[in-house]
């Protein structure tokens, strides 16, 4: 729906581990805000090279069409380039801290966000700028993944494939990858590396 003349916009924040489903529920927000009849721009980063780089893609192989951009000042050109009403960003936390006043600038201009990103590292620390977004936001959902030993609510992922050089928080190709590189584990899990695999 369209903003009032002078209004804010809306943010909201989709947020979990990997596999959590936030790219379904991102798509599925999408689609049912298409058909209210919503302008929507659906923004990728450039870094995700799972799948092909103009859509967003889930675990799954459900897709969405959308624009890839490598930073957040291509983020924010795109957003000036066309007049949406919603945009909708996958893997936040590849944009950085940089991202938050980008998102308040598209509110300030009556423009509804959606923030859809990892909150936690695979380290299991927070993982900037999903916990600020989820402070500043309208609207949290909190997604959890199913622990692959045990099967309880898992808001964790870590790595099973071997770790590259850097930190957790590195934005680099090293949060990239799928069953083949990560686990979902809940917190009695979580940490015990390949050894609990069943
Ligand atoms: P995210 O964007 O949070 O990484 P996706 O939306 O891409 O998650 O994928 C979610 C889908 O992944 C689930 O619907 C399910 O089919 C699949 N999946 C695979 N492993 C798991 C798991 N351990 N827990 C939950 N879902 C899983
Ligand atoms: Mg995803």
Do not use: N, W
């Not at 809306?10 to 298409?34: N, Q, Y």
């Not at 695979?122 to 692959?148: I, S």
């Amino acid at each position: 729906m369209h903003a009032p003349a002078g209004s804010c916009g809306r943010l909201e924040v989709i947020t979990g581990p990997m596999f959590s489903g936030k790219s379904e529920e991102l798509m599925r927000r999408v689609r049912r805000a298409r058909i209210a009849g919503v302008e929507a721009l659906v923004i990728s980063h450039s870094l995700d090279t799972r799948a092909e780089l103009s859509a967003v893609t889930s675990h799954i192989g459900v897709t969405v069409p959308a624009v890839p951009v490598g930073d957040v000042a291509s983020l924010a050109e795109a957003a000036r380039a066309e007049d949406v009403d919603l945009v909708a960003i996958d893997e936040a936390q590849f944009f950085g801290p940089d991202l938050v006043p980008a998102v308040e600038k598209l509110l300030s201009r009556g423009i509804d966000v959606i923030v859809e990103g990892l909150c936690v590292t695979f380290d299991g620390d927070p993982f900037e700028p999903l916990p600020t977004f989820m402070a500043l936001a309208e609207d949290v959902t909190k997604l959890t993944a199913v622990c692959t030993v045990c099967g309880r609510d898992a808001v964790f992922h870590e790595r099973i494939a071997a770790a590259p050089a850097g930190s957790a928080t590195d934005i680099d190709a090293s949060h990239i990858g799928g069953l083949d590189s990560y686990v979902a584990r809940c917190r009695e899990h979580f940490g015990h590396g390949t050894a609990t695999e069943p």
